[in-house]
């Protein structure tokens, strides 16, 4: 659920009420809050504020598939007590700007080697259109780990195997199982995928395909303009913060696209996610900062812009929500139709993968 963090919400100091009441201020003039949420914290009145306008966008419906936060911070990494003081004591003056975080932690898994063999069974190009805007549209608001990400792991291993051992190595079988269907998805265009997605999804024979493929043009929609705001991009403007990312030890996915549950992807998968973040905090997948210094015009600009990425972040998530629970669906009657045991843990692995159980 989104909320704000790094902002004590006891015994809060006069640092900390003092960043919360610039951004209430021009929460205030937005519009975001109302005289009504004044509780006599500046930090409340701006946390209740975001928490409405957060569920206004949709963060319930995306919090059915995506496990995360966004949050208001005046730090990227969640800091101790000791951290924080310390950080306070060697920081002149007053605190400038916040942060606009969005962290992952769990990938949603999404199982969709089913849904692609249903597609291409209604139109060959199919598959590879709806996989190329999917997968673009994603990393708009997360890391997308999937196909080229284990292919990436599996050679980097392959190099370090003896010839015996290689032919039965999980590693080889990453690179030999991309679907036939999607061999064609590098020569398909962004533009020509979504023109073959306009003009199959209608007139999709399945009532789920078309469902599935009217979720997409929307998220396609919804995320047009926008942009992935990394963390790194900000070190021009804050270099400071240089110094917090060189610590960071990797950045945690969003999701997950796997052909099956547990297959040769989720293997790879579950070898990175036992490493990462053991060296350090992972970086956060979505940061942008929220200035608190400037004219009331040039504050206010930028908390609606920072706000505007926010709502259409969590739209989309909802919307791409909707996605992943069908493609689920597919999957789970394929394996129904075909007999099959749910390949999915009775514990979740240390990624935290879907939990549910059939």
Same mark, same amino acid.
């Given at each position: ?15 900390d009420?003092q ?5 209430g ?11 009504? =949420? ?11 504020g ?20 966004l ?7 969640p ?38 063999a =249903? ?14 805007i ?13 196909y080229?990400?284990?292919v990436?792991?599996s050679?980097?291993?392959l190099?370090?195997?003896d010839? =015996?051992?290689e ?14 269907c ?13 023109r073959?997605l ?12 078309r ?12 995320g ?6 990394w ?14 990312l ?20 989720q293997?790879?998968?579950?070898e ?10 992972l ?30 972040m ?20 394929h394996?129904r ?13 240390p990624?935290?993968l ?5």
């Open positions: 659920m989104p909320r704000l963090k790094g902002v004590r919400w006891r015994f809060c100091s006069r640092r009420e960043p919360a009441a610039e951004l201020k021009s929460f205030l003039r937005l519009g975001i809050c109302g005289i009504e =949420d004044w509780s006599g914290s500046a930090v409340d009145f701006v946390g209740r975001f928490r409405r306008f957060a569920k206004a966008n949709g963060a319930d419906e995306a919090n059915r598939v995506w496990a995360g936060e949050r208001i911070a005046d730090y990227l990494y800091l101790s007590e000791p951290e924080r003081s310390q950080l306070e004591g060697d920081a002149d003056g007053s605190i400038e700007k916040l942060f606009l975080v969005g962290e992952y932690h769990a990938a949603a898994s999404m199982p969709i080697g089913a849904a692609l =249903d597609l291409e069974r209604e139109h060959r190009f199919l598959p590879a259109a709806f996989y190329k999917l997968v673009h549209n994603l990393w708009k608001w997360m890391r997308v780990y999937d080229s990400d284990a990436e792991h050679e980097l291993w190099s370090e195997l010839e =015996d051992s032919p039965n190595s999980v590693y080889r079988k990453v690179k030999d199982g991309l679907p036939p999607l061999t064609t998805s590098c020569s398909v265009s962004e533009n020509k995928a979504r073959i306009r003009e199959t999804g209608s007139s999709l024979r399945s009532s789920s395909l469902e599935l493929v009217r979720h997409l043009l929307a998220l396609d929609d919804l047009r303009g926008s942009e992935h705001p963390a790194g991009a900000l070190i021009k403007k804050f270099p400071e913060i240089e110094e917090l060189d610590g960071a030890d990797g950045c945690g996915p969003g999701c997950l696209i796997s052909w099956h549950e547990n297959d040769e992807i293997a790879c998968f579950d990175e996610m036992r490493c990462i973040g053991q060296e350090g905090p970086e956060p997948p979505i940061v942008l900062a929220i200035p608190l210094r400037g004219s009331v015009h040039q504050v206010d600009k930028a908390v609606k812009e920072v706000l505007g990425y926010a709502a259409a969590l739209r989309s998530l909802a919307r791409a929500a909707k996605i992943v629970e069908i493609i689920r669906e597919i999957d789970d009657e394996l139709q075909h007999r099959l045991q749910p390949r999915i843990p009775a514990q979740p692995g990624a935290g879907r939990e549910e159980q059939l």
